[in-house]
């Protein structure tokens, strides 16, 4: 981004603060996502996944973050010992298919 486009959306920003207007809003204090690349997206990626979803298709990366976002629920209520390894096992393994998908993506792009 532009070092002035930083500088305005620095000052619009500061001016909302200023205001009040940023008080008080929903998620105001909760934790930032587990993992930055779930929120943080290249702006490139984000508007071709846009177009992708509503096309109704969605990236596998994207569908197995969801996914993985529902196994972490489970391994965290999971109270016996052996049922939790197999949920964190299961976990693993949709991350590393996750990963799988993003470096397929990746390098599909770059060729």
């Given at each position: 981004?532009?070092?002035w486009?930083d500088?305005i959306?620095e000052?619009?920003?500061?001016?909302?603060?200023?205001e009040?207007?940023?008080?008080?809003?929903?998620?105001?204090?909760?934790?930032?996502?587990?993992?930055?690349?779930?929120a943080f997206?290249?702006?490139?990626?984000?508007?071709g996944f846009?177009?992708?979803?509503e096309a109704?298709?969605l990236?596998e990366?994207?569908?197995?973050?969801?996914?993985?976002?529902?196994?972490k629920?489970?391994?965290?209520?999971?109270?016996?010992?052996?049922q939790?390894?197999?949920?964190?096992?299961?976990?693993?393994?949709?991350e590393m298919?996750r990963?799988?998908?993003?470096?397929?993506?990746?390098k599909?792009?770059?060729?």
């Open positions: 981004m532009a070092r486009l500088r959306a000052r619009w920003i500061r001016k909302a603060e200023a009040g207007k940023l008080s008080g809003l929903a998620g105001e204090g909760a934790p930032l996502p587990d993992r930055p690349g779930d997206v290249d702006p490139g990626d984000a508007i846009r177009i992708m979803a109704g298709v990236p990366e994207i569908v197995l973050n969801k996914i993985i976002a529902e196994q629920k489970i391994v965290t209520s999971e109270t016996d010992p052996a939790r390894k197999e949920a964190m096992a299961e976990l693993a393994r949709l298919k990963a799988i998908a993003q470096e397929a993506r990746s599909f792009l770059k060729s």
